[in-house]
Nanobody, 121 residues
Framework: QVQLVESGGGLVQPGGSLKLSCAAS????????MAWYRQAPGKQRELVAT???????TYANSVKGRFTISSDNAKNTATLQMNSLKPEDTAVYYC???????????????WGQGTQVTVSS
């Protein structure tokens, strides 16, 4: 059993910044990658940013240059620094982790409960 706990969401004005954090705990042997997704009302969940255990990052075009994903492999945590926020960034943000357990070779895909980010004046 693996738990992902997100924190850091809230209400911010356009142009402002927020930092989201995600902590993974439980029966983790190793994390392959961590990511942030988001889902706005009436829209499908979309990938925002990913980071592998080796530090390789990818970003959605809509957030490139504004968002930065980072991780701490020793602590099994990931953060998403969001700058220059826009109203269209409003969504529930979900943390995702792909990890392995010590007892098998399956790559598990785990999700957090989500944290609301609202960008509005």
């Amino acid at each position: 059993q693996v738990q992902l706990v997100e924190s850091g969401g809230g209400l911010v004005q356009p142009g402002g910044s927020l930092k989201l954090s995600c902590a993974a705990s439980g029966s983790i042997d190793s994390i392959y990658s961590m990511a942030w997704y988001r889902q706005a009302p009436g829209k499908q969940r979309e990938l925002v940013a990913t980071i592998t255990s080796g530090g390789t990052t990818t970003y959605a075009n809509s957030v490139k240059g504004r968002f930065t994903i980072s991780s701490d492999n020793a602590k099994n945590t990931a953060t998403l620094q969001m700058n220059s926020l826009k109203p269209e960034d409003t969504a529930v943000y979900y943390c995702n982790a792909k990890s392995r357990r010590a007892y098998n070779t399956i790559l598990y895909n785990d999700w957090g409960q989500g944290t609301q980010v609202t960008v509005s004046s």
